[in-house]
């Protein structure tokens, strides 16, 4: 197994963690915009059994 320089390792961690950074951030604002526009729906899910 070849050993991976720390500059190379360090750009592809920082890559990962914007991605991961931007995904959970556009799942909070599509999350809150669903609360927003259509709350009755979301209750009356959230309500049956």
């Given at each position: 197994?070849?050993?991976i320089?720390?500059?190379f390792?360090?750009?592809i961690f920082l890559i990962v963690?914007?991605?991961m950074s931007t995904v959970t951030v556009r799942n909070v604002e599509a999350k809150r915009?669903?609360?927003?526009?259509?709350p009755q729906n979301v209750l009356h899910h959230?309500?049956?059994p």
């Open positions: 197994m070849e050993k320089p720390i500059k390792a360090f750009v963690t914007s991605v915009l669903l609360l927003e526009e259509i959230e309500g049956s």
